[in-house]
């Protein structure tokens, strides 16, 4: 094969395809280094020699770069290039991928090493550029129907993306200033549904780990270590989260529409804004009526916290803030009142990252209200 290293601080991968022929790139994030985590590394030998790629990208995010010295050892016949990229184990998984830019004719997938595969990948015949190609994926409950697919933001990853829809994707992770929540499969889920027609990709199976994702309890711890690596500090949670997640998609279709041209349709964005507030009604309604605790969660101003006095160090101010965010969130209504919730949320002392994302997301939300 014919290997290329791509150090850390490249910014831009394009893979060309000067002949226009259909083809599939496929990406390989490496994150685990164990000795288990090799089996997955011979098995992904085996499935690139099985399958008509155009090319291949290993993404090696291991501490000591030793995916990259595996593969560099390997001996296979393949002609196409492989892309070696080292990236630092602690970016998002979309920071690392959000390089690689395709040429026009190319569609791209993943598959990770902590899950299982079967069959072989190939491009149908008479593949259009309008279509996402979907394997039979199954998790250890059940396989899913193509429908039920197009709604799972995980599935959307595993299959076959067409470049218009990749590169817009990578192009709204850096109009937001680099880097994007995890929680992004969601928004890419999204406008692949509302934008591209979705076919079962033949012979090739995939088996979903999703052992991050059983269980209330599972889930939620989940969400708060990704909100706190995101940068949302005080707030950081399972709202927090979901508040991202919900941002994405609305901005994504914003942003899709805008620089591809497509329909933006207003009663679209208007059930993505309901959905922030959804999950939060019932249960803080119940909590304000909480004697206890009552008076000072019952203004819902972020800003509004009248015993700044007590020590930050505290707890008690941090619980205050975050029932007031619950609040805030609940009596969102429409792209109106999310703009003076992300106007609230950007005087908190959070990270510059996520700072220069909230700013984003207000200028997106703001062009659509001045039209």
Known sequence: MNFQLIQRDVLKLVIDNKFAIPGVVLIFPITRASGLANGSWHR?????????????????????????????????????????????????IFDSQKIITLDSNLWIAQVHDDDDWSGAIALPDLATQDTVYVPLISDKNHSYKLVDSTKIPAHTLFSLIPHRLWNSFTAYIAAQGGHIAPSADSSLSLVSQKYFRHKRLEQFNYHYSARHWEGRKTISRELT????????????????????????????????????????????????????????????????????????????????IPFLRIPWSSRLPQYILKI????????????????????????????????????????????????
């Open 225 to 304: 270590k990704l909100s706190n690596i995101d940068g949302w500090g005080v707030i950081a949670g399972v709202s927090a989260a979901v508040l991202t997640s919900h941002l994405d998609q609305i901005c994504f279709m914003i942003f899709m529409a805008e620089q591809d041209g497509l329909p933006l349709k207003y009663h679209q964005l208007d059930t993505l804004v309901e959905k922030v507030a959804s999950s939060k009604k019932s249960r803080f309604c119940k909590l304000i009526r909480v004697g206890s605790i009552q008076g000072l969660v019952k203004e819902k101003s972020l800003l509004a």
């Open 44 to 92: 992904f030998m085996e499935l690139i020699e099985q399958s008509s790629l155009h090319a291949i990208v290993i993404i090696d995010k291991t501490p000591l770069q030793t995916a990259t010295s595996f593969f560099r050892e390997q001996d296979l016949e393949k002609n196409c290039p492989v892309y070696l990229v080292q990236r630092d184990p602690l970016e998002g």
């Open 324 to 371: 007031r965010f619950e609040l805030a969130l609940a009596e969102v209504c429409d792209l109106e009142s999310l703009k003076q919730l992300l106007n609230q949320i950007r005087f908190l002392d959070l990270t510059d990252s996520l700072n220069t994302r909230l700013d984003f997301w207000s200028l997106t939300i703001t062009k659509v209200l001045d039209n």
